[in-house]
């Protein structure tokens, strides 16, 4: 696919006479993934302008949460990212627990790592996994959902469901894990790390692949910054920025003690603390291919974190810790705390009178909200063809947009 | 959030009356601005090189109001809105709060929408909060290029998260009670 800046494409739109033309694209579109509708003007082959349209999915969360205690609120955090759920859920929890001024048990914070890192290579596999099928090869999808469906089984064994977790709660987590799941959970994490090196062979590599995505949809780190991006599509464009490095001290210490490197491109290197495929020589920083292999490399990052956790979690001792009750009276006070999910940066925040359970106000800053924000400017200018291969570079979730 | 204090001083002395009030007991401290300054106060602390908050995380808006007439006499604020501005600081790995204290409705007519300068061009981001917020708790912006509905279809009526706001009794035929 030769890129509407390469003069040799843009000879031949010359010679064909073409009238302007709306396109009405979703909301029931496949490349849209979920209820996206864009409204494309388009002058031949090339897009000269997109409108997103959305809302479709619109469940009032906000208002809801202004009738409900914040452990009642949870079930509706996992309605968000819907293929996240569990980091959906820390980050209110956190974020309830920043305002009551509670501290999680060690051995629960070593769980939590655990469980949302997990969530966080499930969540990268099905957005992997369906940007190859957005970009036309069926085959990457199947291999990711083999393995995908194998974490959502130790989920399903953590707390019986495998969509809409509910797990991690307000205080800790709704119970600890059931006896040998430690034991499955490293058996599968053996054997995913060969599956990681398919994946690379498969899309990483892939001479197709790197056609349809290297040099496409390039947003500069001034731009991702401006408009909010977060999460693998501002460290795409090249921003050493991770909250699990980088954010408040009341989310990173989830982490103290565990090593990792930011999966980010500095000084034209990604990182090498495993054998990582080599950046093509087509592709530009930035671009939906740079976007892709952060996640790639995310997924192997996870892995060894879970590692590391599972670790720490089986030599610590003590419980897990209680959840507050379900009624439990809020403090006066407003409190907004930022985690890093596998989208970018989810936020949430709680204001409370100090009078009752029952918060005044709760609002959650959504990631793909911000990363969509930016399909207006990134897609002036681009063949329609590349339009699904930028929407889906973005990996967004409409659960999430809409709330 | 020890730095606070002196980014306070800085500011006051280059804004003067634009910064009206602090907070640095909160668990997230904040900074009250003037609706006027607001522009100007975003601008200095984005392109400031010692402070640098180029990223704006998240708009939101607090409705201040008891709708139950018993409870609003216990009630121990005033009824207001509050813009409630989040930023970050990638360069500084620093957060700030700004907040904006607003009437609930211009000059006390209701139905008259308070507004608030945009802050869509010093961070983009802005662009699509801002419509949100007007979306959903009924803040015009003034100077917003584009400022449309975003999650509610257009020809809806009320900001559902005033906390007066009525529920419709139906939408294009649609039973909604």
Not at chain 1, 87 to 116: D, F, S
Request: net charge negative.
């Amino acid at each position: 696919m030769a890129s509407p800046a390469d003069p040799a494409s843009q000879v031949i739109e010359l010679d064909v006479r073409t009238d302007e033309m709306l396109i009405n694209m979703g909301p029931q579109h496949p490349s849209t993934h979920g209820v996206l509708r864009l409204v494309l003007r388009t002058d031949g082959e090339i897009v000269s302008e997109v409108t997103p349209h959305i809302g479709y999915l619109h469940r009032c969360a906000e208002k809801i949460g202004e009738n409900l205690t914040p452990r009642q609120w949870i079930p509706y955090t996992d309605r968000m990212d819907y293929l996240a759920g569990m980091n959906m859920n820390l980050g209110w929890a956190l974020t309830v627990e920043k305002l009551l001024g509670l501290q999680v048990t060690e051995k629960c914070r070593h769980l939590r790592v655990i469980i949302a890192e997990l969530n966080r290579i499930a969540s990268h596999l099905l957005g992997l996994g369906a940007y190859g099928l957005d970009l036309g090869t069926f085959t990457p999808f199947f291999y990711c959902f083999r393995e995908r469906e194998r974490i959502l089984d130790l989920f399903e064994a953590a707390c019986g469901a495998r969509l809409t977790y509910s797990y991690l709660t307000v205080g800790g987590a709704t119970h600890d894990l059931p006896p040998g799941w430690v034991k499955q959970c490293e058996e599968f994490l053996r054997e995913f790390q060969p599956a990681v090196d398919e994946l690379h062979t498969l899309l990483t590599t892939n001479s197709i692949f790197i056609r349809r995505t290297a040099g496409i949809g390039v947003m500069s780190a001034e731009m991702a910054i401006d408009y909010g991006c977060t999460g693998p599509v501002l460290r795409g464009s090249g921003v050493d920025h991770d909250l699990r490095r980088d954010g408040e001290e009341f989310y990173t210490q989830l982490y103290d003690g565990y090593a990792f490197e930011v999966a980010v491109m500095r000084d034209g290197q990604y990182p090498r603390d495993h054998k990582y495929p080599p950046v093509p020589a087509q592709a530009v920083l930035g671009d939906c291919w740079h976007r892709f292999f952060v996640r790639m490399i995310e997924i192997q990052q996870s892995i060894d974190l879970v590692w590391q956790a599972l670790d720490k979690y089986s030599t610590t001792k003590g419980s897990i810790g209680t959840p507050i009750k379900l009624n439990q009276k809020l403090p006066k006070g407003e409190a907004y705390l930022e985690t890093e999910c596998p989208r970018g940066q989810m936020g949430f925040m709680i204001v409370s009178d100090g009078n009752s359970a029952i918060p005044r106000r709760v609002r959650a800053r959504s990631s793909s909200f911000c990363n969509l924000s930016v399909v207006e400017e990134l897609c002036r200018g681009v063949l329609i063809a590349d339009i699904p291969a930028i929407i889906g570079s973005l990996d967004i979730v409409m659960g999430e947009i809409d709330r | 959030m020890a730095d606070h204090p002196p980014l306070i001083e800085q500011l006051k002395q280059k804004f003067g009356d634009g910064i009206t009030g602090w907070n640095l007991e909160a668990i997230d401290p904040w900074i009250e601005v003037a609706p006027d300054a607001l522009v100007e106060v975003c601008r200095y602390l984005k392109e400031e090189p010692s402070l640098q908050f180029n990223l704006l995380n998240c708009i939101t808006a607090v409705d201040y109001y008891e709708p139950d007439p018993k409870k609003a006499k216990k009630a121990d604020f005033e009824p207001h809105l509050e813009l409630v501005y989040h930023l970050w600081s990638i360069p500084h790995k620093r957060s700030l709060v700004l907040k904006v204290m607003l009437p609930r409705w211009k000059d006390d007519q209701v139905g008259q929408l308070p507004e608030v300068p945009s802050v869509s061009g010093v961070w983009r981001t802005a662009l699509w909060h801002e419509r949100e917020v007007y979306d959903l708790s009924g803040v015009y912006f003034v100077g917003h290029p584009d400022l449309r509905r975003i999650l509610l279809p257009e020809d809806w009526e009320g900001h559902p998260l005033r906390k007066d706001y009525q529920f419709p009794l139906e939408y294009h035929g649609i039973r909604c009670q």
